[in-house]
T-cell receptor, first 113, second 114 residues
């Protein structure tokens, strides 16, 4: 199973761009990288998923270098409502690991005014 | 669509009691998961299922049992509850295709064992 390592916590200010990096040195060929956001007392919510290079959606960008041993979640112009825990998840569906999806420790992002 | 529905939302158990946390999804997802989250900690995988009739252990399966008789339902059984099982339990589902797909989570079931 691909183990992930993220910073435990990060601080930022409103309006800044935040980059959270996840290390996954033993990522397998079929693994995808997915990021989730969790607010207190709620289940995690999907943010973005990618396999290689760059993926962008309406809320975030995901940068994955060629060796895929790390990935960076980029949140543009954060607001107070982006204060949450962010999880990097590496895994696949039916082609590897039988669907066993393990969460890492997560990064607690605190956005200040 | 209701998505993933968990019941009950809150429950207090005495040590040694048993109970079942219910989880049902209406998205026809093949994959279903049970995670637990202790206060201030990350999610730990308890059990998961890749389809009806198929279940497998996650990281922390001891003290729990699951079954998957239908695609929709994935109940989690706690036998002989212990204080260490005090936690918030999340059920999740996904399509389980090649990309792993998006995990859809329920609202959680907060369990306290006294």
């Amino acid at each position: 199973l691909a183990k992930t390592t993220q910073p435990i916590s990060m601080d930022s200010y409103e309006g800044q761009e935040v980059n959270i990096t996840c290390s996954h040195n033993n990522i397998a060929t079929n693994d995808y990288i997915t990021w989730y956001q969790q607010f207190p007392s709620q289940g995690p919510r999907f943010i973005i998923q990618g396999y290689k290079t760059k993926v962008t959606n309406e809320v975030a960008s995901l940068f994955i270098p060629a060796d895929r041993k790390s990935s960076t979640l980029s949140l543009p112009r954060v607001s107070l409502s982006d204060t949450a825990v962010y999880y990097c998840l590496v895994g696949t569906g039916i082609y590897n690991q039988g669907g066993k999806l393990i969460f890492g420790q997560g990064t607690e992002l605190s956005v200040k005014p | 669509n209701a998505g993933v529905t968990q019941t009950p939302k809150f429950r207090i158990l005495k040590i040694g009691q048993s109970m079942t946390l219910q989880c049902t999804q209406d998205m026809n997802h093949n994959y279903m998961y049970w995670y637990r989250q202790d206060p201030g900690m990350g999610l730990k995988l308890i059990y998961y299922s890749v389809g009806a009739g198929i279940t497998d252990k996650g990281e922390v399966p001891n003290g729990y049992n699951v079954s998957r008789s239908t695609t929709e339902d994935f109940p989690l059984r706690l036998e002989l509850a212990a204080p260490s099982q005090t936690s918030v339990y999340f059920c999740a589902s996904s399509r389980g295709d090649r990309e792993a797909g998006e995990l859809f989570f329920g609202e959680g079931s907060r369990l306290t064992v006294l």
